[in-house]
């Protein structure tokens, strides 16, 4: 948010400080409250870019209420980031924010993370436990990779959402829960439900709202803030000569932020002193991405092979640096990393 900052780890909390003021009433960019105080260490996200203002200013409308939110974006992007930012600017802020990566865990075991089990109810199960719902009852559940989700736990989502109860594994009694469902996913979910791997009506129920979080290749402005305030985190007054600031921003960042706190963290490692060249970050930061240009044989090409060789001798050209080779292309950056996407060329 024009000068907004927000909790990137999981347990850092959600702050905002501008180069006006600190402390005290809302963003003046986004409108959000600027601080949650929850959890050991400040991890941060500075967003200053016109997408991520676009992106808070959005989520500062839905941030107080009670609906269900679906957050988009690549993984690395900052999807908690903003699920955090909804829970610490909702009535809910002072309740539990809990999350989990239903990707992570087999259908059994993540049907008694969500919903609790009774002792018993499976080898293993030595004694009754809650489950996240009962856990952040009154909070906030994330749940990251929803479109993961086994499709035989899906009604039991649905239930919780719809009627405001869960049972718990091994039980037939109803518990009532008070919770707020955010959920984040990098897939395209209506072409989930197409393919029958998600359901429609649990999609619709969860789609009240969606948030899409641009990666940081689209947001270019907000890498030298980020790179500079990952590195205060791990020394303090250190800073990056101007080179190794300018190859930060060139590179494309599949991994988005958290590949480019990695590579922070890399670069300070290695630097030893309080300053961070070129040759203290990673070995794929100095080597530019070059994508191979097929030879033309003289043949007939379709209109979509000719424009595929055309870009793809263009980047060569441009030394495989995308914002350059776009400029020269006439189109957009996003425009050319969509059409190098459908070549399988870009991640």
């Known amino acids: 948010m024009g000068e907004q900052i927000s909790s990137l780890a999981s347990d850092g909390p959600f702050s905002c400080e501008t180069p006006f003021e600190r402390g005290g009433g809302l963003c003046k960019t986004c409108r959000l409250l600027p601080e949650s105080p929850v959890g050991r260490k400040c991890n941060r996200m500075v967003a200053r870019s016109t997408a991520m203002n676009a992106l808070l200013r959005k989520a500062a409308t839905v941030a107080n209420t009670d609906a269900a939110v679906v957050l988009r974006g690549e993984s690395g992007s900052g999807k908690e980031v903003v699920a955090r930012a909804l829970h610490a ?201 070059v994508m191979p240009a097929p030879e033309d044989d003289g043949s007939l090409l379709t209109l979509a092979e000719a424009e595929r060789r055309h870009i793809l001798r263009v980047l060569e050209a441009c030394g495989g640096q995308q914002l350059d080779a776009a400029r020269v292309l006439g189109i957009g950056r996003t425009t050319l990393w969509r059409k190098l996407k459908t070549f399988g060329l870009a991640a």
């Not at 002072?94 to 009774?118: D, I, R, Y």
């Not at 706190?261 to 030893?272: E, F, P």
């Open 89 to 289: 600017n909702s009535a809910r802020r002072g309740k539990p924010f809990l999350a989990v990566n239903c990707a992570a865990l087999p259908a059994e075991l993540l049907e008694s993370e969500l919903f609790g089990h009774t002792k018993g109810a499976f080898t293993g199960a030595a004694q009754a436990r809650k489950g996240l719902f009962e856990t952040a009852d009154g909070g906030t559940l994330f749940l990251d990779e929803i479109a993961e989700m086994p499709l035989p736990l899906q009604p039991k989502l649905l239930r919780a959402l719809q009627d405001g109860e869960i049972r718990r594994v091994g039980e037939s009694e109803a518990v009532n829960v008070d919770v707020r469902v955010v959920c984040a996913t990098h897939q395209n979910l209506i072409q989930c439900v197409r393919e029958r791997r998600f359901r429609e009506d649990l999609y619709f129920r969860l789609k009240v709202f969606t948030l899409v979080v641009p990666p940081l290749r689209e947001r270019p402005e907000d890498i030298p803030v980020l790179a500079g305030m990952f590195l205060e985190q791990e020394r303090a007054g250190a800073r990056f000569v101007p080179r190794a600031l300018a190859a930060l921003v060139k590179y494309p960042w599949p991994g988005n932020v958290r590949e480019l706190q990695n590579a922070v963290k890399h670069g300070a490692v290695l630097s030893r002193g309080d300053a961070v060249d070129l040759e203290h970050l990673p070995e794929e930061l100095m080597q530019p991405m």
